[in-house]
């Protein structure tokens, strides 16, 4: 492996921090943009770290998610603009869906100003946060409750979301690959994220940028299938072309 001693540095810092900006990096070596432009390259080229659209991460398993607590802290302010904006978008007295994520975690707690919602979530950690709203009624679905992150998956949570038809499914997603795909890693998980996006009216995807060229084993459905899309900067190539020609209106959070 045939790299130099701040290629190794630059390694050592994606690694302790999982995800980092170009401009964190360029800060933190003392280095330019351009410097750091070349190093990630580099060390893409041996498969040693993941480029995504202004910055880079440690790679990523198709089989395996990152830890709920690693998620939580990665792109948490990207998420938490997001949230704002999708906040922003949902009206008082409607009828809502959030499923499993830390990014529609960061959305409950931009909720928790609104009046007159219904939600109904697969998240434990949704619940929790939104039942701090006394206008908000929080009906949770019944399943399995997976301890690593408190999501509720299996067949009896899909039976119970059959029941119900929203205004608006609030959906995360581990990764968008380029053939337009949106995917995840656990397929008791993706089968009630598909149920969610067939009893919604409109379903809102909320994705920070490192969610783009991103590879899961389980695909959970297509742009297609989305009426919006929520993210922190400008898709990266080839997706503004699959974003319009899915005809999904695409808002990026200031």
């Known amino acids: 492996m045939n790299t130099n001693p701040r290629q190794l540095r ?62 939580e802290t990665l792109h948490a302010e990207g998420k938490a603009r997001i949230a704002r904006m999708v ?10 869906i959030l499923n499993i994520g830390t990014t529609t975690e960061a959305i409950a707690r ?21 039942s701090r709203n006394p206008d908000c009624e929080v009906i949770v679905a019944g399943g399995v409750v997976r301890a690593r ?3 509720i ?7 119970f979301i059959r029941q119900f038809k929203v205004d608006i499914a609030l959906i995360g997603i581990s990764g968008i690959e380029p053939d337009g795909s949106l995917r995840d890693f656990d397929l008791r998980e993706v089968k009630v994220a598909q149920t969610i996006i067939r009893h919604s009216r409109e379903v809102w995807l909320a994705a920070d940028a490192s969610k783009f060229n991103r590879p899961a084993m389980v695909e959970v459905a297509t742009l297609q299938q989305i009426g919006r899309l929520f993210t ?18 695409c808002t990026v959070a200031e």
């Open 10 to 71: 630059l390694l050592e810092e994606v690694r302790s921090r999982q995800s980092a900006t170009v401009e964190q990096l360029a800060d933190t070596l003392g280095v330019t943009l351009q410097t750091v432009r070349r190093d990630v390259q580099r060390l893409a080229e041996l498969g040693l770290v993941r480029r995504f659209h202004g910055g880079v991460r440690v790679p990523t398993s198709t089989t395996e998610n990152l830890g709920h607590p690693q998620r």
């Open 87 to 96: 906040a922003a978008e949902v009206p008082n007295n409607c009828s809502l």
């Open 110 to 130: 931009a909720l928790l100003h609104h009046q007159g919602l219904r939600v109904i979530t697969n998240n434990l950690n949704v619940a929790a946060i939104l």
């Open 149 to 151: 992150d408190c999501g």
């Open 153 to 159: 998956v299996g067949e009896a949570a899909v039976d």
């Open 232 to 249: 922190d900067s400008q898709p990266p190539e080839p997706f503004p072309a699959l974003l319009a020609e899915a005809q999904v209106q």
